[in-house]
């Protein structure tokens, strides 16, 4: 496992699939750095969770039988670490051809493994198809900014545009928009996401912010940098009391990343499928 940057991981370069299980693939990618971007340092203005979604994860029973399970995986947004997305995909299915006694042991291994990668304990559930049967979808709740007719000229994300009302009485709101993208930092790819956003505090102008949101399209980052971003952004501009940030990236190579943060105590956000993922 490796923290030095992005210049050796898997991400954007031709790779051969590994079939049975080796740790050595995760690639570690320290938080620090990206966050002092922000401006952030060891002392966090949040608290939250990556919540991640693989969908394709397979081993093989001792007698050989393929099993299937879909992974759950939640890496606390105090770890030191963060995993490259690619070298995750890599790890999961070098278990293609690996032996395993049962589905507990997958889970304590992929648990071990990724808590070491990411200096932190990452929470690890395995469901199977049948538990999955009829799980619903939904999009997240809340007042859709997108029904706001608003001419979205940017294309960079600039937080001079979040605007609070600071004499007005304070209120509480979820806004919700689809219309969020970002692009890989290494590949360009593109990143598709709906976007929450719950704070109590003055009223924060609805148009600046579906704007501000709009203008991620050309932004280049990691999908827990644009959320850690969002929220220092409305933090710092609208000074709500409290602040959440919870967003749904559509699915890439059998995975889907779902960062949180926010700065007071509360539960884990439901961890519901949208349409698009």
């Known amino acids: 496992m490796h923290d030095d940057g992005l210049s050796d991981a898997p991400l954007g370069k031709a790779v051969t699939y590994a079939v049975q299980y080796d740790p050595g693939l ?16 060891a002392s966090l203005p949040f608290i939250g969770a990556d919540i991640w979604n693989a969908y394709e994860l397979s081993w093989l029973n001792a007698r050989g039988k393929p099993q299937v399970a879909l992974a759950r995986l939640v890496f606390p947004a105090e770890s030191s670490h963060l995993v490259e997305s690619k070298s995750l995909k890599l790890y999961l ?11 507990e042991e997958v889970r304590q291994r992929i648990a071990a493994d990724l808590s070491q990668a990411a200096g932190a304990s ?6 199977s198809p049948d538990e999955l049967e009829g799980q619903p979808l939904t999009e997240l709740g809340g007042l859709l900014l997108d029904r706001l007719d608003v001419a979205c000229d940017l294309r960079v994300p600039d937080a001079q545009v979040l605007i609070s009302e600071s004499g007005a009485e304070p209120v509480e709101q979820t806004l919700v928009t689809r219309l969020f993208r ?14 929450q956003v719950y704070y109590s505090g003055a009223p924060i102008d609805q148009a600046g912010l ?27 501009r609208c000074r709500p009391q409290r602040l959440s940030v919870y967003a749904r990236y ?10 949180w943060r926010c700065n007071f105590s509360r539960g884990l956000p439901e961890n519901l499928r949208h349409a698009r993922q």
């Open 122 to 127: 990452v929470a690890v559930q395995l469901q």
């Open 26 to 41: 995760l690639y570690a990618v320290e938080r620090a750095p990206l966050r002092a971007q922000l401006g952030l340092g």
């Open 93 to 103: 299915n070098a278990f293609s051809e690996t032996r395993c006694t049962d589905a």
């Open 250 to 259: 559509t699915r890439r190579g059998g995975l889907d990343i779902n960062p």
């Open 210 to 236: 579906l704007r501000y949101l709009v203008g991620y399209r050309n932004h280049n980052a990691f999908h827990e940098q644009c959320v850690e971003q969002i929220f220092c952004d409305i933090l710092r």
């Open 182 to 195: 970002s692009n890989c930092p290494v590949t360009g790819q593109p990143d598709w996401a709906s976007v």
